[in-house]
């Protein structure tokens, strides 16, 4: 069984999950899909290590658990210091995989594309604001280019826009994408001011310490405009109109609470339109989530309500989309 | 743009319904497919109507409406007493579309296969009893063989299980699959007897004459031994331990509500077991469901607990999961 060479690029929380989940299913995937992985380049801001013939992924792990970088593992290892766009060039690899927050990994995203190499990614930029470019590419050179964990983590919102559902026309869908937020809501629900509920989200690792992203409804806002570039066709992050939670009080909690409902940061999707707001949702609504979760209310001309809904947060749970799309990509490969 | 020729075996309400939706929803499927749907025949009990150049839907369904049979559609097209078999056989189509109740389809399924016809089905029977040989033959000749409808009518759990969570392993479905027994336990929740309830569901339209099938568990049994194949392998229906709802009283329907639980007919799929049975379940449980919704609470190793509701039962709704898996074919065809 020959194996598929993967080239890892981002070995923070997400890309480690993703390591260890190709370490220890193995078996797994060779049983399931008789498929064999071979990790050739991993790739973190200190370098990229490279190694054709494959690497250790117990080792590469222990490196970066001991020293943080895996510039550290320079005994046995080649270290490179490649830009992304390099590493894509010179590295032979059948799937680019990208974990990183890169706000241009598009540019070699597409790389990879004309490349001949299929791509993976996590990372939500690249398809929030060149969604069309980008799938473009893909459908020309007749290959995978894969997105499960961008929204939802590993929960399969995509696979379900993507291959279901395809004698209906999506009317609108309204979900809840952003699990940071709703710890912090959650929070204030009981209580405690915006600020307060912040640090402890903060606290516990729930949010960054740069929490822009998740507060503002930036990354909600990303999650919403490529369910918008599946369901509806191409629009770009520039066009959705996103208000966060940071002028949530406790006052409209308590009066939320009142009326048997409670506050959720609310993504509306529907036809040339991408919304992300806070709105009081029933608390027996599908949208009153706790936790790490999401949801997500999808609304057709035939089925009705249909409502997904599981982990939109995590780092196994993000693997798991990382991963699906990685088998998809090898399965596509081998294919064609 | 050529046509892709369908050959439709069943014309009570799925089979109606489906051509309602080829019919009323051509251009969505032209645009954004680049698809066209030529049905060169369409079956029901009293004959065969077909014409290679193509039915006019719209004079079938009004024939059909009026009528109640096609046979009496002889003044335009010639009507033919095959058999399945014989009609798989004889006409030229690439999709065989089974939207019958044929408990022995599963023989003409594979005529079609060898055939060379890709087929797309909502009938249970042929998955429940014959799913490898179908799968296999399938492969075999790389014909898509779909059945999104066979459970939670267009509702895509067989999308979502099939094409997505690839990375994962699937620990444990539960799910309330059949509409019928909800509405009658929901029924028996306002103090009705189980007999009274049946009768109102009956003469709703709810409940077929013969019930049988829902009320005993076979309909869900079938649905849950399908999807047991997909997430653990191989198993026929025989092998599932199947009880209904017949001999559920209001007063245990009463000892659940004052736990705040409710009582529905819940699947269990597990590795190597399918059971159908009565069980209570905690009013704010996703598988609480009323009216014609299922819903289906999966669980694996990565991704922790999913779930997936939606429409269960219903024309359009089960046309939805016909047509979406027409399409598929279709597109699967054009690629190969």
Known sequence: ??????????????????????LEKEAFFRERYGLKFRVVSIADTSGVVWLPEGIDLKEALMVKETFGKLSAWTNDYEVYSFTPEEAVKEID????????????????????LKDGKAVVTSNKPPLAFHYSEL???????????????????GTPIITLLRDGLKGDTV?????????????????????????????????????????????????????????HCLAFGPITFDEAEVRGIVEVTPGEMERAKGKGKTVRLIARVEN?????????????????????????????????ELVIRGA???????ASGVVSDV???ALGLRRN
Not at 139 to 151: C, D, I, M, S
Not at 272 to 301: F, Q, W
Not at 312 to 318: F, Q, R, S, V
Request: proline letters at 3%; zero cysteines.
């Open 171 to 227: 009317e609108r869908i309204e979900a809840v994408l952003n699990a940071t937020t709703t710890f912090i809501l959650s929070q204030m629900e009981r209580g405690l001011e915006f600020e307060e509920a912040l640090r402890k989200a903060q606290g516990l690792g729930i949010a960054e310490r740069d929490p822009g992203g998740d507060v503002l409804g930036i990354d909600a806002g990303y999650k919403a405009t490529i369910l």
């Open 1 to 22: 069984m020959k194996g598929i060479r993967l080239s890892l690029f981002g070995f923070g929380n997400v890309g480690k999950a993703t390591a260890e989940v190709l």
């Open 135 to 153: 799938m473009e590419e893909a459908e020309r050179r007749n290959l995978p280019y894969l997105f499960e964990a961008t929204v939802m983590a």
């Open 272 to 304: 040339g339109k991408v919304t992300v707001e806070p709105r009081e949702v029933p608390l027996n609504s599908p949208l009153a989530v706790e936790s790490h979760e999401n949801a997500a209310m999808i609304r057709t001309d035939l089925l009705g």
């Open 93 to 112: 690899a059948e799937v680019v995989i990208d974990v990183t927050n890169d706000r241009n990994a598009h540019e070699w995203h597409l790389a990879a």
């Open 327 to 329: 088998i998809k990509a």
């Open 312 to 318: 939109g947060a995590g780092l196994k749970e993000t």
